[in-house]
């Protein structure tokens, strides 16, 4: 018998949560336009987990580090039909900034940035 436990293979190890988890994070921040507070009440009433807000972030970083950005400029610059689309979420102290290109249905570019001064009714 072995003195470790087996983890299931969507499990990183020294992680709580598989990867399935962190995908429904990252698609409800981006694919749903939820901030970080929408998608921890969110996955409090969609299953019983209480995830901090440390998490989500991390989701959100792991993701943009997985990113091929090369691949992506190239696809852009090929497909691009001129007509740019900015949206911007605020996500306590990060903003994840958005451009789209809603003629040819591609999201061009994501950046996140942490914002340097609070505004009206932000955290």
Do not use: N, W
């Amino acid at each position: 018998m072995p003195l470790l436990p087996q983890l299931a293979p969507a499990v990183a190890p020294k992680a709580e949560y598989d990867k399935r988890l962190r995908q429904v994070v990252l698609e409800r921040i981006v694919e749903d336009a939820m901030s970080v507070e929408g998608v921890l009440t969110g996955i409090r009433r969609d299953f019983p987990l209480e995830l901090s807000t440390g998490f989500v972030c991390d989701c959100l970083y792991a993701a943009v580090e997985r990113l091929d950005m090369a691949g992506h400029r190239r696809q852009v610059l090929e497909r691009f039909s001129g007509t740019p689309c900015v949206d911007e979420l605020h996500l306590g102290r990060y903003t994840l900034l958005l451009a789209t290109d809603p003629v040819a249905d591609l999201r061009t570019t994501a950046g996140v940035r942490l914002r340097t001064r609070a505004c009206g009714g932000c955290a």
